[in-house]
C-alpha cells in the first residue's frame, strides 16, 4: 500500500492505496473535488457536510442512471438493473415459500 495525500475542499486527506488503484482513486477525488467546489460556488450551502452529502447524492444519482455497455444487458441504467435483480428475488422468495407450503 502505498500513502497518497490529496486535497478535498481545501482540506488536505491522506489515502492508503495500492499502486494499481492509485489512478482511479486520484480521478475519483478531482471529480468530488470539482463537485463540492461547484456547490460552494453557488451560494446556497454553507458547511462542508451539507456540501458533502449534495456531491454523494450527485455521484450516486450518476452512478443510477448510467448504462451497461452493448450486450445483453446494454443500454439498462445500473438502478435500473438493481431494481430488477430485487424483483426477481422477490419472485424467487414467493415460489419458494410457495413450495415450502406443498411440502
Known amino acids: 500500500m ?4 490529496v486535497s478535498i475542499l481545501g482540506r488536505d486527506y491522506s489515502l492508503a492505496c495500492s ?3 492509485k489512478p482511479v482513486l486520484l480521478a475519483a477525488v478531482r ?3 470539482h463537485l463540492m467546489l461547484r456547490i460552494q460556488g453557488t ?3 454553507s458547511s462542508n457536510e451539507r456540501i458533502a ?3 454523494a447524492l450527485q455521484i450516486a444519482g450518476e452512478l443510477l442512471a448510467m448504462k451497461a455497455p ?3 444487458l446494454g443500454g ?3 438502478g435500473d438493473f438493481k431494481r430488477r435483480i430485487e424483483e426477481m428475488n422477490l419472485m424467487l422468495d414467493d415460489a419458494l415459500s410457495g413450495q415450502e407450503k406443498l411440502i
Not at 502505498?2 to 495525500?5: H, N
Request: no cysteine.
Open 53 to 55: 452529502v449534495m456531491a
Open 43 to 45: 451560494g446556497k450551502v
Open 76 to 78: 439498462l441504467a445500473v
Open 2 to 5: 502505498e500513502r497518497l495525500d
Open 70 to 72: 452493448d450486450g445483453p
Open 19 to 21: 499502486a494499481e488503484e
Open 31 to 33: 471529480h468530488v473535488d
